[in-house]
Each structure stands twice: as structure tokens, then as C-alpha cells.
């Protein structure tokens, strides 16, 4: 016959009830899980649409330096030095120079703070992630597109984008999902994020166990089910290329 562990009784059980009891239902306290988890979602999806943006525009710049060293030398020298600090200093740091020194003198709402100390920060690692996407397309591409007689710009946009953006998409994915849990450190302007939600429970209720519990838990949820989506979308992605 199946016995709990020693340590596991009924009253373990019950301890477990009464915390989730004081931790969520008491006073409506889910709302603060359900309110954080609409403000770190609203973070992440404006953020990651930023990093694209942004990531986009540096890695073109970039590729066109490379390719003509003579080009865009100050635009290029811009976003070297713009991936250099982004990438060299920790995003928790980004966000309050962004909130506490940046727009300081503004009424700007601290979550556009915060979506945009996230996009600039995620526009960095997009700018390589694309960039080493166009650098994988065969240079013989860009050969075919000039010989057709299109322009360096034309060929660019029009057949190695579209190429080193099918390549670098699951990447893209995998930035939204690790911008997804950066944004736990929003708390430190005062948004009241996922983690700042359960965080809150814990120092009205005096319960540590339960409210970060919960709060790894729905991370964790949200996280695999977009592991899982990303899967299913890189499957595809290999199925279309035998078409």
C-alpha cells in the first residue's frame, strides 16, 4: 500500500490550503497575480516589436558597412557603439537610467518606460541574431539579383531578407521568450509586474512559500506553451522548405 514520505502528513496539506486560501483568496489577492501577468505581457509583446524594429534597422547597417566599408561609416559607428553598452550592461541598469535619469523630467508612464529600456535592450541581440541570418544566405544570391538587374538595395530587400528572416524567426522566438522573464525586474520602478504582484502577497500575508510558488508556476506555463508553439513553428518551416 502507497504511503506518503515521513515528512508529508494531512497537516501538510492542510498548511498548503490555508496558505493558498490566505495567499489568493483572501481579500481577492489573485488580482495581483492577474494584473502583473497583463503588465508583463504588455511589456514583452511591445518590447519584442521594438528589438525587431530596431534590431532590423542596426543589422542592415551593419551588413551595408561590411559589404562597402566606405558606406554608412557613422550610422555604423553609431550602432557599434550602441551594441557595445546594450550588451555590455545589465538590463535591470538600462531600465532605471531609462525611468530615473532619461525621462526623469517627462510624465511618461512608467510601462513605456519600461517597453522601452526592454526593446532598446532587446533590439542588441536581434541586431546580431539577424545579422548572422544575412550573413548565412549563400553570397551567390545576391550575385543572381544583380545579374537580373536589380539594385544592391533591391536584391537586399527583396531576396536575402526574406531568405535570413526564415532562417533567424525560431531565434526571434526564443528572444520573446527570454525577454518574457527579464521583464521580472520591472519591479524596480515600480510597475507592478508578475513577480512584483506575488512579492506584494508575500509582504501582506507573511507567506513566502506559495505567492513565488504560483508565480514560477505561471512563468513556467507561459513559457513552455510558447516553447511548444516555437516547435510546432520551426517543424513547419522545415516542411515548407520541401515543398
Known amino acids: 500500500m502507497f504511503q506518503f514520505p515521513a515528512f508529508i502528513s494531512m497537516s501538510f496539506f492542510s498548511d498548503v490550503g490555508d496558505q493558498f486560501y490566505q495567499s489568493f483568496i483572501e481579500d481577492g489577492r489573485y488580482m495581483y497575480i492577474v494584473e502583473g501577468l497583463g503588465a508583463t505581457l504588455l511589456i514583452t509583446v511591445f518590447a519584442v516589436l521594438i528589438g525587431v524594429v530596431l534590431g532590423t534597422v542596426v543589422s542592415l547597417v551593419k551588413v551595408a558597412h561590411n559589404n562597402n566599408p566606405k558606406k554608412l561609416r557613422i550610422a555604423n559607428g553609431i550602432c557599434s557603439l550602441y551594441l557595445t553598452i546594450i550588451r555590455g550592461t545589465p538590463v535591470v541598469v538600462q531600465l532605471m537610467i531609462m525611468y530615473y535619469v532619461i ?3 517627462t510624465n511618461v508612464d512608467k510601462i513605456v518606460a519600461a517597453i522601452l529600456a526592454f526593446g532598446i535592450n532587446s533590439g542588441a541581440y536581434v541586431a546580431e541574431v539577424i545579422r548572422s541570418g544575412i550573413m548565412s544566405v549563400d553570397r551567390g544570391q545576391m550575385e543572381a539579383g544583380r545579374s537580373l538587374g536589380l539594385s544592391q538595395r533591391t536584391t537586399m530587400v527583396k531576396i536575402i531578407f526574406p531568405q535570413a528572416l526564415k532562417n533567424v524567426l525560431p531565434a526571434i522566438g526564443n528572444e520573446f521568450i527570454s525577454l518574457l522573464k527579464e521583464t521580472s525586474v520591472a519591479g524596480y520602478i515600480g510597475i507592478q509586474d508578475l513577480t512584483k504582484g506575488g512579492d506584494i502577497i ?32 520551426e517543424r513547419w518551416l522545415r516542411r515548407s522548405d520541401y515543398r
Open 103 to 105: 525621462l526623469s523630467a
Open 202 to 233: 508575500r509582504s501582506q500575508t507573511y507567506l513566502a512559500f506559495m505567492p513565488l510558488i504560483i508565480t514560477a508556476l505561471v512563468y513556467l506555463v507561459i513559457v513552455v506553451g510558447l516553447s511548444a508553439l516555437l516547435t510546432k513553428f
